[in-house]
């Protein structure tokens, strides 16, 4: 019965989208986080990444993060000005606690900003931190 379903909710698992140095080609860049703020490891992570507006999208990108330790994060992907201007979408899923769990998180048009910056916990720069 789809009442004995138990679904589990993904908490104190988030995005961040941070704006930092990139020594190689000498330019600020933003960069897509995925941070672990939970108590235990999550396993077998995978995010799916997208951007979209009513008459543009981008490509699907699929990246196999593996493990994130408790209290840590790891680097998604580099995301280009461009994109900034559409709908930016993140599905992540992991393994934890023996169950599954995926959470979804939306960066709306233009939410990424300078003038939005704010410290970010955990990896302790500037960034955007996801609302969902």
Known sequence: MKKDIEIPVAKDVHIAIIREWNDEFLSKDWNAY???NRADAIEMTIVVSKGFDDDKKTSTMRHGIGVV??????KIEFIQEEVLALNNEFFVTFF??????EKRFLFP???ITENRLTTIPIIEKEGVLSEG
Do not use: D, R, V
């Not at 934890?96 to 769990?101: D, H, Q, R, S, T």
């Open 69 to 74: 330790e408790p209290k840590s994060f790891k």
């Open 34 to 36: 995925l941070i672990n």
């Open 96 to 101: 934890a606690e023996n169950k599954l769990f």
């Open 109 to 111: 048009k233009h939410s």
